[in-house]
């Protein structure tokens, strides 16, 4: 038996605005997108780097409010590249936990939370 990856799905109401955030402030690729019809509910694939998410439209996809954790190196270097993009619905900061780790944490427009997290220099 062998893992590979988990892949979660948020769950989304505005294309439009779920493009502005994941693409233009998060610095994510929208890699595809798929609806069983013209006026259908949207599902996609989001991506930075290795880091995959799914989108969704579609009921029972996904729950707002859900939190994504994103371990990862670089945390300064993200935060200054969304720090100077000057998005006006975010402006997060860097939050040092008593665990060991730095944060930075930002909500999309749906009411989730994904937090990028690197473990703190010793």
């Known amino acids: 038996m062998a893992l ?8 989304i109401f505005d294309v439009p605005k779920a493009r502005e955030f994941y693409l233009d402030f998060l610095g994510s690729a929208w890699d595809w997108e798929h609806r069983f019809a013209p006026d259908a509910p949207l599902f ?5 780097g290795p880091v995959l998410l799914f989108l969704s439209e579609h009921f029972g ?4 409010g859900t939190h994504v954790l994103i371990r990862m190196a670089g945390l300064e270097a993200l935060h200054a590249d969304l720090t100077a993009k000057n998005y ?35």
């Open 4 to 11: 590979h990856i988990a892949i979660p799905t948020l769950r």
């Open 44 to 48: 996609a694939q989001i991506s930075r």
């Open 61 to 64: 996809d996904g729950t707002p």
């Open 88 to 122: 006006r619905h975010a402006r997060p900061g860097i939050e040092d936990r008593p665990w060991g780790w730095r944060d930075v944490s930002v909500h999309d427009p749906f009411g989730n939370r994904i937090t990028f997290s690197e473990i703190k220099d010793h």
